[in-house]
Each structure stands twice: as C-alpha cells, then as structure tokens.
C-alpha cells in the first residue's frame, strides 16, 4: 500500500508533469523506502506475526495501532500447541505491547525460536501527514536520483578538460532518504530491545 495517493503527489510542482504510472512507481519505492526505514508496515491490514518466544511476560506487536487480536497459537518444542483468543490476552491499541490476562492459564510468551504465531489486525487506516510528508520528500530524493533528471548520481560535471564526479553511497544515502524525513519518521521506528 503506497503511503500517499497519485492526487497528494501530483500536487506537489516536482511530481506535477509526471505520468500517474509513473507517480505511482515513486509512490511505491518511497513508501517501501520509509516502511523499510521504520521497520514496519503503516496500513492497515490483517497480519500474522511469526515470532521468537521470549519467556516473558509481554511480547510487542510490530505494526500498530492495533485494531484486533484473533488468534495466538504457542507452540513447545514437543510440537504441543496452545491457542488463545482477545480474551486470553490484553493489547495496548497504540503500542502493541501484549500480557496475558490474570484468568489466562498462561502467564508467560513461552522461550522458542518461531513458536508464536499472532493473528491480528493492525496499522493506520488513514497514514498520519507526518508519514505522507515523510514519503514526499523520499519521493524527491528518488527521482532526483533517477534517469528522469537527466544524470543520476551525478555530484558535479566540469567542462574545460572535462571532469565529472558521481555521488558517494552517503551522498545518495541523504538524497533518497534526507535527514528530514528521517525526523518525521523517528516516531514510528519499530526498535527491538534484545
């Protein structure tokens, strides 16, 4: 799912003269680009998490907010499966954060490597503006890099004993992706803690 509309990016004067087909494409490198750099998703969709047990007593869901929790399914290493439902376990609608309930016969997120699996519903049904701003500006950073602009990668061009020299991996690191999106999307990084 792209992170802005075709309508939302030809208003912008960069992306104005481009075809809808093409918008689209940037639309879907740049939101690939974001989701990637946040390690999540942002639309809302139905999900199911396949997950580290961490012998715990929380366990956080990836793509939030989250707007239903179907199924979880524990498995041991003797392949026992125990299933719960949204009325085995709590969930934090806005940072995923899972605990089983008091009346749950499990206390735990059982220690297993892959033996969770979660079913559930979960992200924005409308991509907050920070997000789509976000991705605007990522949107530039890749058709500036493009063929569309006439030199990719082109850092700089003399032309008396001609000289000409191509961006770096940083320089074309900050053009897709530019400290300023990088801010907006700071907020919604999935950072996991070891």
């Given amino acids: 799912m792209g992170l802005v509309t075709v309508a939302r990016a030809q208003s912008e004067p960069t992306f104005s003269a481009l075809t809808s087909a093409r918008i689209t494409e940037l639309i879907d490198a740049a939101s690939a680009v974001c989701e990637s750099f946040c390690g ?7 999900r199911t998490e396949v997950r580290d047990g961490n012998g715990e007593a929380e366990l956080f869901l ?3 907010p989250v707007t239903a929790l179907t199924l979880i399914t524990i498995s041991d290493d003797f392949g026992n499966s125990d299933v719960f439902d949204s009325s085995d376990v709590r969930y934090d609608v806005d940072t995923g954060r899972m ?11 059982t220690t297993g490597q892959q033996n969770i699996s979660i079913v559930y ?10 997000v789509q701003a976000a991705c605007i500006l990522v949107m530039r950073g890749i058709y500036a890099m493009s063929a ?11 032309i008396g004993d001609y000289s000409y020299t191509r961006q770096d991996d940083n320089d074309c690191n900050a053009l897709v992706i530019p400290g300023s999106a990088r801010a907006l999307l700071a907020p919604y990084r999935f950072l996991l803690y070891a």
């Fill in 40 to 46: 999540r998703a942002f639309g809302n969709a139905a």
């Fill in 148 to 158: 569309d602009t006439g030199n990719p990668g082109m850092k700089s061009e003399n």
């Fill in 121 to 130: 519903t979960g992200g924005y049904t409308t991509i907050p503006a920070d």
């Fill in 99 to 109: 605990t089983f309930r008091m009346s749950s016969t499990q206390g735990v997120f």
């Fill in 62 to 64: 990836r793509v939030t």
